[in-house]
């Protein structure tokens, strides 16, 4: 009689994941700390140095407002009259920017994902974690996980902007132009109520695509990888309280070392606008640097410390739902 048949083969992440998600989160981490810790410090330091040079490029460029406050401000200390500048060309300019330094987060977050959501593929394999996390992948997931944050960001936030375009359109007050709608009629009511209701939609979206970066890390396109995210949150059982479940503190903990980072950054902004002040002798581009150099600071600080975090927890409970639901190829 033939022995008995023992099944010798390597554990999956599959067998893993049954412990999970916030196991399989932390035994991922513990596991690769050295390679993500490796690989958050490039990716950090890359994103710091990309956004100061962006920075520094854009008050270049906003220069001549900056000189254009300082002279009106000195001119109406000779005329002995108070100076409250108009920050509207600032604003413009912020605006007009934004999408940059939004481009430039999503680019670090796409590495920090692919690495976080490989890490979490290769739980199962008995190589090192150096190993198995530098074996080749090809860099092309680099431009699904890219683009499924530019859809997400599109798809999550036109109708939040939308929104607030037509009611600043409708409901506010202009010196010479009456309002459009009468103030406390429905259509008022209804119309300056909307930006409420469309951010929470949005939030309800955001929630149901924030699978989608981690099922492009798995290779679905970026079409393929939000619809997959919407079908696993909204179309399985437990699929929402389960995403809801990891975002909601991975956002607390995300906003708090914010906060907490800014705060401690701030004895920065009477250093940045001193020296920038003596350097440049132009007192409002100090200020908005001291201003911005904290928050800077702080957003940077608390993405070294929460979106491995948040990248690794996404990915594992991405790699858990589709094992209950598959990706259906047409």
Known sequence: MPPPHHDTAQPTTATISERGVTADTLAVLLRNRGTLTAATARVVGLAALAWFLTTVTVFALSWPLFTHMRNERIRYHQLEDPYTH???????????TLPLYLLLLGVGSAVLQNVCSRAVATAGSQQPPREALSAPSPRARLVPILSVYVLRGLIVWSLPVLSYELTTRLTSNT???????????????????????AVSMAVLLRLALALA???AASGLRPGQALRHSWTLTTRTRTGAIRVLAVALPLAAVTAAAIRLVTQLALPLRPLTRGFLEQATGNFFAAYYAGILAPVIIGVLTAAALTFPLTATAFAALYDRLRQRRPMRTT
């Open 86 to 96: 108009d920050s509207s060309g600032l604003g413009l300019v912020g605006l007009w």
């Open 175 to 197: 010196l010479d132009t009456p309002l459009p709608l009468a103030r406390g009629t429905w259509p008022y009511v209804l119309v300056s109520s909307s930006p409420v209701a």
């Open 213 to 215: 970066p981690a099922a």
